[in-house]
């Protein structure tokens, strides 16, 4: 017994369960992680760490399954490969235990080394003048309602009480071609994006970037950040920015100072940024907009194509709707009851997303399409049964396997996605914006192309 359970052990540490994704997840990497941050007097046991890995990620590919659940799913290939030596299918405790013993190290590094920028300047809708084109956005997750986690990460309360549960803020930085996450981090419910969470995300952006943000991440330290890091802003601006005005383009853009302190602070020696500000509406929606830009050349970035490119900011609205509504399955929180579990899970979570948008452009780039073309739900549909069917195969058997489901994963296609806008109203009253009616829905569908609805308007008390 003590040499089949040796063997189990060294069965489990050289087959990779996840070979379905070796492309994008290589089993090479996953063991240097893990020879990396193995614990101190680690020993031979039922759940090694690329098992334990494997299951933290696979937990968002079959959600809504019981842990060793999930783990029994991925051992059925070996269980029926090698059926005299059956890989033990360790315990609910055991995995508890696994999980507590290893922390949240592995699963970091195995992030941020494996989940790097895919795209190239032959993928469609990658690059806008000339640059790299990615977006930073921030979300709440619910958590398990535990005295753990509500003490990490806290609870908002509000006029009617304490909200159900705990939260977590969630920080992601996104390629936009791909809509590949690429950069995470995840800070108690009530941080600032300002306070400091945003500003250690966008130090690993890279010359040649363009970076998309809302309202919400405007502000002078991390524009200047950005141009710090070599690369470039298309950003939002809040009603209440002030900006000091040089001149109006001939494209109805304005360059101006944008300063590092409101004006009533300003000396000749406050720093600034030389910045364009694009104004404009769209059709049926009186609100005016405007758009920050540290790209200055009006040949090179007109301004309509501006603002076209700022709409690809909603790329990253669809992936979190990708991680809460198709991974996750997400009516409820995260099921985790301690905070270094509550990690595990995200960045788990993560990598099976990234494994997935690597899949599908893959796919695309076979056919020749867009990857915004292939289906989300149909890659994860297809993909997850292959999990457990992989180490029944021969290298020559997963090839082909792989091949099969590339081209099986661009019929059908989606049809192309539009630039979208929404007004911001919703269903109740108790809100400081507009009620939503059903003649607000039935105004914004019989609207020309997006771009047609655009009208570069010129700022406030200058003319053209």
Same mark, same amino acid.
């Given at each position: 017994?003590?040499?089949?359970?040796?063997?189990?052990?060294?069965?489990?540490?050289?087959?990779?369960? *996840?070979?379905?994704?070796?492309?994008?997840?290589?089993?090479?990497?996953?063991?240097?992680?893990?020879?990396?941050?193995?614990?101190?007097?680690?020993?031979?046991?039922?759940?090694?760490?690329? #098992?334990?890995?494997?299951?933290?990620?696979?937990?968002?590919? !079959?959600?809504?399954?019981?842990?060793?659940?999930?783990?029994?799913?991925?051992?059925?290939?070996?269980?029926?490969?090698?059926?005299?030596?059956?890989?033990?299918?360790?315990?609910?405790?055991?995995?508890?235990?696994?999980?507590?013993?290893?922390?949240?190290?592995?699963?970091?590094?195995?992030?941020?080394?494996?989940?790097?920028? @895919?795209?190239?300047?032959?993928?469609?809708?990658?690059? /806008?003048?000339?640059?790299?084109?990615?977006?930073?956005?921030?979300?709440?997750?619910?958590?398990?309602?535990?005295?753990?986690?509500?003490? +990490?990460?806290? =609870?908002?309360?509000?006029?009617?009480?304490?909200?159900?549960?705990?939260?977590?803020?969630?920080?992601?930085?996104?390629?936009?071609?791909?809509?590949?996450?690429?950069?995470?981090?995840?800070?108690?419910?009530?941080?600032?994006?300002?306070?400091?969470?945003?500003?250690?995300?966008?130090? +690993?952006?890279?010359?040649?970037?363009?970076? *998309?943000?809302?309202?919400?991440?405007?502000?002078?330290?991390?524009?200047?950040?950005?141009?710090?890091?070599?690369?470039?802003? %298309?950003? =939002?601006?809040?009603?209440?920015?002030?900006?000091?005005?040089?001149?109006?383009?001939?494209?109805?853009?304005?360059?101006?100072?944008?300063?590092?302190?409101?004006?009533?602070?300003?000396?000749?020696?406050?720093?600034?940024? @030389? #910045?364009?500000?694009?104004?404009?509406? %769209?059709?049926?929606?009186?609100?005016?907009? /405007?758009?920050?830009?540290?790209?200055?050349?009006?040949?090179?970035?007109?301004?309509?194509?501006?603002? *076209?490119? $700022?709409?690809?900011?909603?790329?990253?609205?669809?992936?979190?709707?990708?991680?809460?509504?198709?991974?996750?399955?997400?009516?409820?929180?995260? =099921?985790?009851?301690?905070?270094?579990?509550?990690?595990?899970?995200? $960045?788990?979570?993560?990598?099976?997303? $990234?494994?997935?948008?690597?899949?599908?452009?893959?796919?695309?780039?076979?056919?020749?399409?867009?990857?915004? /073309?292939?289906?989300?739900?149909?890659?994860?549909?297809? %993909?997850?049964? @292959?999990?457990?069917?992989?180490?029944?195969?021969?290298?020559?058997?997963?090839?082909?396997?792989?091949?099969? *489901?590339?081209?099986? @994963? #661009?019929?059908?296609? %989606?049809?192309?996605?539009?630039?979208?806008?929404?007004?911001?109203? #919703?269903?109740?009253?108790?809100?400081?914006?507009? !009620?939503?009616?059903?003649?607000?829905?039935?105004?914004?569908?019989?609207?020309?192309?997006?771009?047609?609805?655009?009208?570069?308007?010129?700022?406030?008390?200058?003319?053209?």
């Amino acid at each position: 017994m003590a040499f089949i359970a040796q063997h189990d052990t060294h069965l489990l540490q050289t087959t990779p369960l *996840l070979a379905i994704l070796d492309p994008v997840l290589p089993h090479a990497t996953v063991q240097g992680i893990v020879a990396r941050y193995a614990p101190p007097g680690a020993r031979c046991r039922k759940l090694p760490g690329e #098992v334990g890995l494997a299951l933290l990620i696979a937990l968002s590919l !079959v959600p809504m399954t019981a842990a060793e659940s999930v783990l029994a799913f991925l051992l059925t290939g070996l269980r029926l490969r090698w059926p005299s030596l059956q890989p033990r299918v360790a315990s609910k405790s055991g995995i508890s235990r696994a999980r507590r013993r290893w922390g949240t190290r592995p699963i970091i590094a195995l992030f941020r080394t494996v989940c790097q920028p @895919l795209a190239t300047p032959q993928d469609p809708g990658a690059f /806008r003048f000339g640059l790299h084109v990615m977006a930073i956005d921030s979300t709440l997750e619910d958590l398990a309602d535990t005295p753990a986690n509500e003490q +990490a990460f806290g =609870r908002h309360h509000g006029s009617h009480g304490a909200a159900a549960f705990p939260a977590m803020l969630g920080i992601y930085l996104l390629e936009c071609g791909t809509r590949a996450i690429w950069g995470a981090g995840f800070w108690p419910c009530h941080t600032s994006v300002h306070a400091g969470p945003a500003q250690r995300l966008l130090r +690993a952006l890279r010359p040649g970037m363009l970076l *998309l943000w809302d309202a919400g991440f405007h502000s002078y330290p991390l524009s200047a950040l950005v141009r710090e890091r070599g690369a470039h802003l %298309l950003g =939002r601006v809040p009603a209440g920015q002030t900006f000091v005005p040089e001149r109006l383009l001939p494209d109805g853009s304005l360059l101006a100072r944008f300063s590092a302190a409101p004006p009533s602070r300003r000396t000749a020696a406050t720093p600034f940024l @030389l #910045v364009r500000v694009v104004t404009y509406t %769209l059709v049926g929606a009186p609100k005016v907009y /405007r758009l920050l830009t540290t790209l200055l050349d009006p040949a090179q970035a007109p301004a309509l194509e501006l603002i *076209l490119a $700022y709409h690809e900011r909603w790329e990253i609205e669809t992936v979190i709707d990708e991680l809460d509504t198709h991974l996750r399955l997400a009516p409820g929180p995260f =099921r985790s009851p301690t905070p270094r579990g509550v990690l595990q899970e995200a $960045y788990g979570l993560l990598l099976a997303h $990234y494994a997935v948008r690597a899949t599908m452009l893959a796919a695309a780039r076979q056919a020749g399409c867009d990857p915004d /073309r292939v289906s989300f739900v149909h890659t994860v549909r297809l %993909l997850v049964p @292959l999990l457990a069917l992989a180490p029944l195969l021969t290298a020559a058997g997963l090839a082909q396997a792989l091949s099969l *489901l590339l081209a099986d @994963l #661009v019929r059908p296609l %989606l049809p192309a996605p539009a630039h979208r806008s929404n007004p911001r109203v #919703v269903r109740r009253n108790r809100s400081k914006h507009r !009620v939503r009616s059903t003649r607000t829905a039935a105004a914004r569908t019989n609207l020309p192309p997006f771009r047609e609805q655009i009208a570069i308007t010129c700022p406030s008390g200058l003319s053209p």
